[in-house]
């Protein structure tokens, strides 16, 4: 017998509580997931956090689910605290009970307030109907917590698994998801579809690869569950914990200056031949490694996470291997929104432009190049962040705007390669553009190729380089703005409408 002294009971019935929450489906459900190679939502935790780290809010939340299918705390990655939930989909599918609401909306507050990223992991079936012992409704909005986070704390989002409905919406609020091959995220999933269409579909049909990435909807794929959660701890390691910090300077080992002789051998001289700019970036940055975003949407343009002398910076270039580095619809969406993502978490810009234009056509024009064109081109005008330009080849018309190559708009240094071509358009074109003759064709085109020098001689580069200098020009555009970016760091103040 205890006395009112003794916590003794008091104790073992929390513990039990516990217990009874970290059993979640249950021992059966949770035997499955691991005979199929997948983790659970607690083993997600685990891998994605530093061991040890992790301190879990909620556990007795929703009365008889446990933990109401949400596991949600807070941990460290890399020793740097983040705010984390993860659906539990072994727990009424995942589904989202009054008191998840509450607690995704919990993370959220306390990213905010603690200036920490927010990592959501998914799978589960979206909002179920109210269940006997749910609390009330009339709580906090989640979604609008997280929609008043961004540009403010890094947010990312992976996709394990199923994932609909509510939840789903949070992928495209993040700055950044990921998802598994065998994942699929919709609005509502084929019993649904079927119930209110007619239209027979398979999960994968309706939100797998093939249609999130498609869509833009979801940016990057991984393998499995491992590689997932590594590529969420690779992501975060390039930015700040917030808007209120600086992205971490990392010795990589490979810090110096050298110059690129192999470079010649990557881009052409010919404006007209294709090359693979991502060997180019590879030769540029510091150990020759990069984490791409979106590499299967929009992929006339490179959009990458990469170091230059141990400095995280945001590349964006031109691949003249997908249809010779034109910029369309989706290139555009994509570049816009990682340069603004870049910009609000003061990770420097490199801008490495080799393209025709914007892609010209029928087909272009009703996908609304102009519009998707003007969006780019108003993320980088507004961009505040360093901005450092190289015209490698070619830029003409507006694809010289959308990739910060015009003079005087805030680089901190631009610079272009001998040769480089621009204009309104290519001399080819231009000269079918006004029937011109065979002398006046000639005349367009040694005009072209003096382009370079013509623009270097009325300032509108910095300076033209050598191509083998273009990393140690990377460099000096980081060190001439090492000053600035030792200096305090504040969230972006974003005006004006984004196209």
Not at 216 to 234: E, F, M
Not at 248 to 256: A, I, K, M
Not at 448 to 459: D, I, P, T
Request: hydrophobic share 40%; charged share 20%.
């Amino acid at each position: 017998m205890t006395d009112g002294h003794d916590w003794t009971d008091t104790l073992d019935d929390l513990a039990a509580r516990r217990a009874a929450a970290h059993e979640m489906g249950g021992a059966e459900k949770r035997a499955a997931r691991r005979a199929a190679g997948r983790l659970d939502a607690r083993g997600r935790v685990d891998a994605l956090l530093d061991p040890g780290s992790f301190a879990e809010i909620g556990t007795l939340a929703g009365g008889g689910a446990p933990a109401d299918a949400l596991i949600a705390g807070v941990g460290a990655i890399d020793g740097r605290p983040v705010a984390l939930g993860a659906e539990d989909f072994t727990t009424l599918g995942g589904s989202i009970g009054p008191a998840a609401s509450r607690k995704r909306w919990r993370l959220a507050d306390i990213a905010k307030r603690e200036r920490i990223p927010l990592v959501m992991l998914l799978e589960g079936a979206g909002h179920r109907p109210p269940m006997p012992g749910d609390p009330g409704g009339g709580g906090p909005g989640d979604l609008q917590a997280q929609g008043r986070l961004s540009g403010l704390v890094p947010m990312v989002c992976g996709v394990m698994g199923s994932s609909a409905g509510h939840g789903a919406i949070t992928a495209p609020l993040c700055d950044w998801s990921v998802m598994t091959g065998d994942g699929a995220i919709f609005t509502a999933g084929p019993p649904v579809v079927q119930a209110s269409l007619g239209e027979e579909v398979t999960k994968q049909e309706l939100g797998g690869p093939g249609v999130a990435v498609a869509s833009g909807v979801i940016h990057n794929v991984a393998g499995d569950d491992g590689s997932l959660l590594a590529d969420i701890r690779t992501y975060l390691s390039y930015f700040g914990s917030s808007a209120w910090e600086r992205p971490p300077w990392v010795d990589t080992g490979d810090l110096g200056r050298r110059r690129l002789d192999d470079l010649l051998g990557i881009v052409p001289r010919d404006g007209n031949r294709a090359y693979d700019m991502r060997h180019a970036v590879s030769m540029v940055v510091d150990g020759g490694g990069f984490f791409q975003i979106q590499p299967d949407f929009g992929p006339s343009i490179v959009c990458a996470l990469a170091r230059v002398g141990g400095h995280a910076v945001g590349v964006v270039a031109n691949q003249p291997a997908v249809i010779a580095g034109s910029i369309d619809v989706d290139a555009a969406d994509k570049a816009a929104h990682f340069i603004q993502v870049c910009d609000s978490f003061h990770l420097p810009l490199v801008f490495m432009t080799d393209n025709p234009g914007v892609l010209a056509g029928t087909a272009s024009e009703r996908a609304g190049i102009l519009r998707a064109g003007a969006r780019m081109f108003t993320a980088q005008t507004r961009a505040r962040t360093v901005k450092i330009q190289i015209t490698m080849r070619k830029a003409y018309g507006f694809g010289s705007c959308v990739m910060a190559m015009n003079g005087y708009d805030e680089q901190t240094l631009s610079y272009a390669f001998p040769g480089a071509t621009m204009g309104a358009m290519g001399a080819q074109g231009a000269g079918n553009a006004v029937g011109a003759d065979d002398d006046t064709r000639a005349k367009l085109r040694e005009a072209e190729l003096e382009s370079s020098y013509r623009s270097a001689s009325g300032l509108g580069f910095d300076e033209l380089i050598d191509p083998r200098d273009l990393r140690n020009a990377v460099l000096d555009g980081l060190d001439l703005s090492a000053r600035r970016r030792a200096l305090p760091a504040e969230p972006v103040a974003r005006v004006g409408i984004t196209p």
